[in-house]
Nanobody, 121 residues
Framework: QLQLVESGGGLVQPGGSLRLSCAASGATLDAYAIGWFRQAPGKEREGVSCISVSGGSTTYADSVKGRFTISRDNNKNTVYLQMNSLKPEDTAVYYC??????????????WGQGTQVTVSS
């Protein structure tokens, strides 16, 4: 059974950076697209970014374009989200999700448990 574990969240000041990791166990990720999602208090979960199997195709929500970068290391069975120039509105629980195919991330077939990101001075 696939398990996804996110890490790297924390408290950071506006303008700061964090790198989130999504590590898989129980199965490999190298045949599926992987996405990052987030849910802020009182809001619905939203897609942040998605990366294809090869890493050659990436997509981003408009709100994070130019600030966030998704990448993957299939040898390590891990997907990353580099978050720069963080804003208070980026505060949320961040989840990774395994897509159902090679290109698209939604709806995910599996979810991680989430990692909290708080951007505050």
């Amino acid at each position: 059974q696939l398990q996804l574990v996110e890490s790297g969240g924390g408290l950071v000041q506006p303008g700061g950076s964090l790198r989130l990791s999504c590590a898989a166990s129980g199965a490999t990720l190298d045949a599926y697209a992987i996405g990052w999602f987030r849910q802020a208090p009182g809001k619905e979960r939203e897609g942040v970014s998605c990366i294809s199997v090869s890493g050659g195709s990436t997509t981003y929500a408009d709100s994070v374009k130019g600030r966030f970068t998704i990448s993957r290391d299939n040898n390590k069975n891990t997907v990353y989200l580099q978050m720069n120039s963080l804003k208070p509105e980026d505060t949320a629980v961040y989840y990774c999700g395994r897509g159902r195919g090679t290109l698209y991330c939604t709806p995910p077939a599996y979810w991680g448990q989430g990692t909290q990101v708080t951007v505050s001075s």
